[in-house]
């Protein structure tokens, strides 16, 4: 248990949309179990933390909600990632990936000089 | 972007409240539902798949009500919930709530009323381009009538020249002229300006155009300049009348070529603007050339680049070098001298200590409802300091208490405030009177957004005040309180003291407003007990100017027009004569009480004034044999004019008393000669020969009731010009039935001439003192009100302080204290604070009331007598104020008291 993190708001918006791009729409548990899985675990996610952070999401306009049946014909709330989400999401990426190069940039010669 | 789109979404979750909640309800149970599902798949029994799935949850409640945190913006929330509780706590406390809601509206009424005509008469910028660049020049001497003289056109010449620092300077001078109707004929007064007029005092056109410098000289056609509100009044604001011809008098001719925008004037109302040439007199070699022909007001603009004081400087140097280059036109006793002032400055003048008194007397009154209301506050405070305390055990922090205290107070004073702000609504109306009294800004006063926010912020003060007064534990020490407060709660002895302070106050405050309204009242009673020097008051006078200003002016021969008026004169007096209870009927120049046609300086056979000495003026004014009798003023020494005393006759005259005094000091005046004389006789069409004195009348308060009384010399009415023109009506009983009859002869006999005036002795008298004593009732009024407020606030602390010593009471009574000891107890406490708040109120009296100095007539602010019959009212208010709660806690009941514990 005590390897497993929680999560700060920013990275865990950049994890919803991920998981919407990659999996289409879906529920809020169907996101809190992919997000779980792909950390291996090591992250756990309660109500608390992601319902805001969805209903953030659809506040600023990245995804859109909507009740449907699921793939058990259980009625549930999916949530799609909407034109403006896949920018923003494009947009983190690019932001993240420029932000690890440069970090890694600092740590990796640090290793080397001894 | 997505800020403004998340913050929107927030702002409408604020409405959707109850939807969203079942939604959100809905969405958690699926995540339930789905994770029970997955756990039972992975082999788990159901009891157990669903309570590991609500473990996992972290929470149903607490996830929805972070979701709901996010969904709406909680401060505005909380505080919406905070505004109805205190509303609702609020509604079950209607006795406090009403007092207070009344006090504050009150207080926040008055502010906000006199704040609105103290700004519109005197802080709001002039209408005019640039207005704090506009100055007023005004020419002083001594002597009744010197404090305005105003200009002759050689000296707006002179100035022009001295003055580089004077951008421009404006002529104007005050006429009027009769505006003829298709049945009837309005007077109007009309200012006769220069060209340069409008441009120097930056005004334009609402419609139509302005006069130019082209409008200036002789030989261009007459034009006018309709002001704003003549516009409204006469025309209903009709566009169509630019372009169209008004008829004047004797059949002149002039085009109204606009409308000015709304501006105030001084120093006169007027009704339109016209170039000179109107008037040939304005044109003419004596106007233009004569440097004593003073009838020329001056406005000026400061030039781009120079300052005031470079004018003001350059003005002074200016009219020096005009004072030794022209000896005679500045008699040196009387103390010729000039002064610049903002053309702001001047309008506000008559204005300013009324205003500004006013306006302390309502900050008094606010201080004093303030102190009321927070002292209230601070009772019912300690009454609920057992609610504050369980809401603390229960949890709420001093922040909490804090915030549902502030929001009880801004539900209160908001209300207040509205309140107070229908008040002033009302009250701005009735202050709109009293100001056009005073300045001719006065339409200016309104409630804008200005004084609103100050009403506002009035309120935001006090609600802070009041939130900030009521003492809470710091944070941290929520704990010790909530303990120590479980057995017996007062209201400790900071908080008495502070409500004892405020009483104080009060008390203080009270007696300083109270001997403001004191002395003004006594003014009034002075005022009323001034003799008018008339026998009776059942006269009634006529102003009615048969020889129009427009004649006197021309240059033709006006003699054949005298004897026309003159005689339409003696047909109205023997017509009105002949009406039933008319016991005599007189003709004159000026109605008497008031201010003569001008004055002019006067001599004495054989008496040379001493050096530096100034010369003796005196109004002139013209009586026939009646008038003296019908206006009743009393002949004091020799024998009235008679029928024989006309034009070309032995000249004769009549002083009052005044001028006998001054020109021959214990002596008898009858028989002695005088003559005018001065540089302006020749403006005059009067003579300079000397005039036999053959009676001394009584003095009559032309001045008005608080003026000193004026010299005067009266000529008779039949031999010299009918100047001005007024039939004075005596009556055995009630004058006011002879006016309906009065009226008619006059407007039979002169049909196109608009009677200007037509007052009884009782109204004159009446509209003399209607300022002052219209501020002495908006005074006392005021103090009367201060005086019953603090009389609530020290009955309310003492009540307050004998509920809270009520078990102590009934101690001291068991012990054997009588009821008698008990109320000189309560009544000493009461006492102490009252005798403390009148020292310190008449010590601010003693002080403070030096400012109205002006505003009062015959008493001194320091007046003894008042100051001792304010310290007894209020004394005597306050005695009873403590009588109540005292006379309460001599009942009290032993027994009952200490059970009561």
């Given amino acids: 248990m ?113 | 972007m997505s800020y403004l789109r998340a913050g929107f979404a927030r702002l409408a979750g604020l409405f959707a409240r109850q939807r969203s909640d079942d939604d ?140 580089p620092a004077l951008g421009g300077i404006a002529e ?81 001719i002039a085009t109204v070529i606009g409308v000015l925008q709304p501006a105030p004037f001084f120093p006169d109302h007027i009704d339109a603007l016209m170039n000179m040439v109107i008037s040939p007199h304005h044109l003419s070699a004596q106007m233009v050339q004569g440097r004593t022909h003073r009838m020329t007001e001056i406005v000026a603009r400061v030039a781009p680049g120079a300052t005031v004081e470079q004018a003001r400087a350059q003005v002074a140097a200016g009219y020096e070098r005009m004072r030794s280059d022209h000896p005679d036109a500045y008699d040196a006793g009387s103390h010729y001298r000039i002064s610049v002032i903002p053309f702001k400055t001047a309008l506000g003048d008559r204005a300013r200590t009324t ?37 603390a055990a229960l949890g709420a922090g001093v922040l909490r208490l804090r915030r549902l205290l502030l929001a009880e107070n801004v539900l209160l004073t908001f209300v207040g405030a509205v309140l107070g702000v229908v008040l002033a609504v009302g009250g701005v109306r009735l202050l709109v009177a ?9 339409n200016e006063i309104r409630l804008d957004p200005v004084t609103l926010s100050f009403a506002l912020a009035l309120s935001a003060a006090v609600a802070l005040l009041l939130s900030f007064i009521g003492t809470l534990p710091r944070e941290g020490t929520l704990g010790t309180w909530i303990s ?24 203080a405050v009270s007696v300083v407003l109270l001997a403001g309204a004191g002395l003004l009242t006594r003014t009034m009673i002075r005022l009323a007990d001034v003799s008018t ?66 004055q002019l300086e006067v001599k004495a056979e054989g008496r040379v004034p001493a050096v530096g000495e100034a010369m003796p003026r005196a109004d002139f004014r013209t009586a026939d044999p009646n008038y003296f009798h019908a206006a009743g003023i009393p002949l004091l020494t020799g024998h009235p004019f008679s029928i024989t005393d006309r034009m070309g006759s032995g000249r004769v005259v009549i002083i009052n008393r005044t001028l006998a005094d001054r020109l021959f000091p214990g002596e008898d005046a009858v028989g002695r000669r005088v003559a005018w004389t001065g540089d302006v006789l020749r403006f005059t069409p009067f003579s300079g020969d000397w005039r036999t004195v053959v009676g001394v009348v009584g003095n009559t ?87 019953l407020i603090a009389a609530v606030g020290i009955a309310g602390v003492l009540a307050f302080s004998v509920s809270a010593r009520t078990n102590e009471i009934g101690i001291r009574m068991s012990l054997g204290a009588d009821r008698g000891q008990v109320l000189r107890m309560i009544l000493r406490e009461g006492g102490v604070l009252l005798l403390v708040g009148l020292g310190l109120g008449l010590g601010g009296a003693f002080v403070g009331t030096g400012v109205i100095r002006g505003l009062l007539f015959g008493v001194s602010p320091r007046d003894p007598m008042t100051l001792l019959g304010v310290a007894l009212m209020m004394a005597v208010i306050g005695i009873v104020a403590c009588w109540i709660p005292a006379a309460r806690a001599a009942r009290v009941d032993p027994l009952v008291a200490m059970r009561a514990t």
């Fill in chain 2, 172 to 252: 104007y001078s005050a006429w009027t002229v009769t505006l003829q109707g298709d049945h009837d004929a309005t007077r109007m007064n009309v200012g006769l300006v220069t060209g340069n007029y409008f441009d120097v005092m930056g005004l334009s056109p609402v419609v139509g155009r302005l006069t130019r410098p082209t409008d200036d000289g002789p030989g261009v056609p007459p034009v006018m300049v309709l002001t704003h509100d003549f516009w409204m009044r006469r025309f209903g604001g009709d566009f169509r009348i630019v372009g169209t011809t008004v008829r004047l008098d004797e059949g002149t």
């Fill in chain 2, 434 to 442: 009293l100001a056009a009294r005073y300045s001719p800004r006065a």
């Fill in chain 1, 2 to 114: 005590t390897d497993k993190v929680d999560v700060k708001q920013g990275t865990l918006a950049l994890m919803i949309l991920t998981t919407l791009q990659g999996l289409g729409p879906l529920h809020g548990y169907g996101i809190a179990r992919r997000i779980e899985e792909t950390s291996r675990h090591r992250l756990k996610l309660n109500y608390g933390t992601l319902y805001p952070a969805l209903l953030k999401l659809e506040q600023e306009g990245f995804i859109t909600a909507e009740w449907s049946q699921s793939e058990n014909n259980r009625r549930a709330k999916f949530y799609a990632l909407s034109a403006a989400g896949r920018k923003r999401l494009a947009h983190e990426e690019r932001e993240w990936r420029r932000n690890a190069d440069l970090i890694a940039a600092f740590l990796t010669p640090q290793r080397e000089t001894p």
């Fill in chain 2, 355 to 391: 205003l500004w008194l006013l306006m302390a007397v309502a900050v008094f009154v606010m201080i004093i409802s303030a102190a009321n209301v927070a002292n209230l506050t601070l009772m019912r405070g300690v009454r609920r300091e057992r609610e504050l305390v369980v809401r």
């Fill in chain 2, 24 to 163: 959100l309800r809905e969405e958690l149970q699926s995540h339930v539902e789905m994770e029970t599902a997955e756990n039972i798949r992975r082999g788990l029994a159901p009891d157990e798949a669903r309570r590991q799935a609500l473990l996992a949850s972290g929470g149903l409640t607490q996830a929805a009500e972070a979701v709901r945190d996010r969904r709406g913006i909680p401060w505005i929330e909380s505080a919406i919930a905070d505004l109805r509780y205190a509303a609702r706590a609020l509604r079950h406390n209607p006795v406090f709530t009403t007092v207070v809601v009344i006090t504050l509206a009150l207080g926040i009424g008055a502010n906000t009323a006199i704040f609105s005509v103290v700004r519109g008469v005197l802080l709001k910028p002039l209408p005019n381009r640039d207005g704090d660049r506009l100055l007023y020049l005004r020419q002083s001497m001594d002597g009744p009538g010197g404090e305005n003289v105003s200009f002759s056109v050689p000296e707006v010449h002179d100035l022009r020249a001295a003055a």
């Fill in chain 2, 533 to 598: 020097g008339l026998k009776t008051e059942e006269v009634l006078a006529i102003d009615v100017q048969l020889l129009s200003f427009a004649k006197l002016s021309s240059n033709g021969n006006i003699l054949p027009d005298d004897a026309a008026a003159k005689a339409n004169y003696e047909r109205m007096r023997q017509e009105i004569a002949a009406l039933p209870g008319v016991v005599d009927v007189g003709l004159g120049s000026t109605m008497p009480l008031t201010v003569a046609l001008g």
């Fill in chain 2, 701 to 787: 308060q032309d001045g008005g009731l608080d003026a000193p009384p004026r010299p005067a010399m009266y000529m008779p009415f039949a031999g010299e010009l009918a100047l001005g023109g007024s039939v004075v009506v005596r009556a055995d009983s009630d004058v006011s039935g002879v006016v309906a009859a009065s009226t008619r002869i006059v407007q039979r006999i002169a049909p196109t001439t608009p009677i200007d005036h037509i007052l009884t002795i009782a109204q004159i008298k009446d509209e003399s003192v209607a300022p002052r004593r219209l501020n002495a009732a908006l005074v006392s009024s005021f103090g009367l009100l201060a005086v």
């Fill in chain 2, 484 to 507: 120590a407060a479980a057995g017996r709660l007062s209201g400790g002895l900071r908080k008495q003291r502070l409500q004892r302070a405020l009483v104080v106050a009060q008390v």
